[in-house]
């Protein structure tokens, strides 16, 4: 019921928003979290995506927390035409304890 997904990332894009998307088993629900706008760096930094930030994004189950994942996708919205490039070098979803003291 706890965890944190944490993403490795860097690039050379300008300030754009990152969206990290859940889908489950369906196809149909999804969850999402949006980073707006997202700094990019030319080192590797560390994204930690709390659960508590998660938002349904749209689907038939109408909202709630997904159950069973089939697929994980990474987007980025802009619609100015600014061009780089980011590269992901990991992505994992971590548990945590229900109590932060415990971490």
Do not use: C, M
């Not at 990332?9 to 990290?20: F, I, K, N, S």
């Not at 997202?38 to 590797?44: N, S």
């Not at 994204?47 to 508590?52: D, P």
Request: net charge neutral; hydrophobic share 45%.
């Amino acid at each position: 019921p706890h965890y944190v997904a944490i993403l490795a990332v860097r690039g050379t894009l300008p300030p754009t928003e990152l969206q990290v998307k859940l889908v489950d088993t369906t196809g149909a629900n999804v969850w999402w979290w949006r980073l707006q706008p997202h700094v990019f760096t030319p080192t590797t930094a560390l994204v930690h995506l709390r659960r508590a930030s998660l938002a349904f994004a749209w689907g038939p189950a109408s909202g709630g927390d997904p159950s069973r994942l089939a697929a994980v996708e990474v987007a980025l919205a802009a619609d100015d035409g600014r061009q780089g490039s980011i590269w992901i070098e990991a992505f994992r979803i971590e548990p945590r304890a229900e109590n932060p003291s415990q971490q």
